[in-house]
Nanobody, 126 residues
Framework: DVQLVESGGGSVQAGGSLRLSCVASGYTYSDYCMGWFRQAPGKEREGIAAQSPSGSTAYYHDSVRGRFTISRDRAKNAVYLQMNTLKPEDSAMYYC????????????????????WGQGTQVTVS
């Protein structure tokens, strides 16, 4: 099975930065996408960034494009999310997701495409 552990969340003022990390252990599906998702209270989980297994392609939600950067270290089975110019509306629980199969085009930010999830790390922007 796969275990995902996120870290790096916290409280920050608007305009600040945070870097989230997610490390996978167990059986790692390194040939499939990993992504970052967030869920605010009362809202559905939304995909904000994902990266292809090779690292050659990144996908971003419009709300974070240009501010957030996803990166992946296959040797460490890790994926990172650098978040800059944070806004109060970025406040949410952030989750790392691991896919276990290939995806159709334009589905890389769909949470339903991901099989494994971490426990989440809270980001609060004030």
């Amino acid at each position: 099975d796969v275990q995902l552990v996120e870290s790096g969340g916290g409280s920050v003022q608007a305009g600040g930065s945070l870097r989230l990390s997610c490390v996978a252990s167990g059986y790692t599906y390194s040939d499939y996408c990993m992504g970052w998702f967030r869920q605010a209270p009362g809202k559905e989980r939304e995909g904000i960034a994902a990266q292809s297994p090779s690292g050659s392609t990144a996908y971003y939600h419009d709300s974070v494009r240009g501010r957030f950067t996803i990166s992946r270290d296959r040797a460490k089975n890790a994926v990172y999310l650098q978040m800059n110019t944070l806004k109060p509306e970025d406040s949410a629980m952030y989750y790392c997701g691991q896919a276990s199969r290939g995806m159709d085009a334009n589905t890389h930010l769909d949470p339903n495409q991901y099989t494994y999830w971490g426990q989440g790390t809270q980001v609060t922007v004030s």
